[in-house]
């Protein structure tokens, strides 16, 4: 595969508390990573020490074909997450202005500000100051900002926070169609639906440690594919007996049955047991938004490190 970026044994402390561990991952040429969490779990953290911005204690940053430690920032987009742009300046003379820190051609810059504000339904605001900008228009600038250059990787931190549902399916497409021409994308977000439909593999962080890392469908194979819903007044003792079943939650008379993750639903359906109280059944595949929240909750888990590696 073709690295772009690899990340390898990252550690970071603040004042004696150490808020990111160990880190392993990289990023390859062409497709999406995502780098998800809850609050606080450290992914900020890890992307400002790629970026250079602070100081692993621990752990390397290697750039494809460049020196251990080196940034090639003119190769690398970066949207980060706090926002702000310089508020007098005009729309296109802070495009330029990114461009130009990136040593980019000016004139082959101003085409592209051009269409990518069409692009992102800015048409002729190219003159209009920034303090005049809704905070979703400012967002698409400082967007175009990141990937006006031609980078090589992009790295994402919370792309689609404050953006209404219409923009984020814009910035969705954009960042699909960036990593169909080659860029390397890594993306923070707590958007799991978006996640889950744009991301090849996945990197997922709990108080600083890696708990999941994977492409989406060894992420699910190893939690599980499908969940059974039932309603109806049954005995755990009787679904403890059905096969296949990893998991059951129970609440009133709702049990939730999670599937071993090479489960044939047709056969597993014709195989319950008949004297199982079914008023209503679903089978439904399981979400990411599931997986993470199954995550971010369960305390066991965030205790131990490296709990799925499905790389
Ligand atoms: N400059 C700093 N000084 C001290 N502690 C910090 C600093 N930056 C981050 N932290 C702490 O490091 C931990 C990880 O923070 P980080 O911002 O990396 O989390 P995150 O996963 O990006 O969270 P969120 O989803 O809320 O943005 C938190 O406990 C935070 O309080």
Redesign the pocket.
């Known amino acids: 595969m073709n690295e772009i970026l690899s990340v390898k044994g990252l550690g970071k402390s603040?004042?004696n508390t150490r808020?990111v561990k160990n880190i392993d991952f990289d990023v390859h040429k062409g497709e999406i990573m995502a780098v998800l969490?809850p609050?606080?779990?450290?992914?900020?953290?890890t992307i400002r020490s790629i970026m250079g911005i602070l100081l692993p204690d621990e752990g390397t940053v290697t750039f494809h074909n460049h020196a251990q430690g080196e940034v090639p920032r003119h190769k690398i987009g970066y949207l980060p997450?706090e926002r702000g742009l310089y508020k007098k300046v005009k729309v296109m003379d802070i495009l330029l202005y990114f461009a130009e820190l990136k040593d980019y051609p000016l004139d082959k810059a101003k085409e592209r500000a051009l269409a990518y504000l069409k692009k992102f339904d800015l048409e002729g605001k190219e003159n209009v100051s920034v303090d005049e900008l809704s905070k979703g228009m400012g967002q698409k600038v400082q967007f175009i900002g990141s990937i006006i250059h031609e980078p090589e990787l992009l790295i994402l931190d919370e792309p689609f926070s404050g953006l209404d549902p219409v923009s984020q399916e814009v910035f969705k497409q954009e960042i699909k169609d960036l990593a169909k021409k080659g860029t390397a994308i890594l993306l923070s977000s707590?958007q799991m639906n978006l996640v889950e439909e744009m991301c090849d593999r996945l990197f997922l962080i709990h108080r600083g440690q890696k708990v999941i890392y994977g492409s989406m469908d060894e992420v699910k194979a190893q939690y599980a594919n499908f969940k059974c819903t039932i309603h109806g007044n049954n005995d755990r003792s009787l679904l403890e007996k059905i096969n296949q079943v990893e998991r059951i939650e129970q609440q009133d008379d709702i049990s939730i049955l999670y599937l071993s993750s090479d489960v044939q639903v047709n056969d597993w359906i014709k195989q319950l047991p008949s004297t199982l109280d079914i008023q209503e059944l679903s089978v439904d595949r399981i979400s990411l938004h599931e997986i993470f929240v199954d995550i971010a909750t369960d305390s066991s888990l965030a205790q131990e490190a490296g709990v799925v590696d499905a790389k």
Do not use: L, W
């Open positions: 603040f004042k808020v969490g609050n606080g779990a450290g992914k900020s953290t997450e707590h």
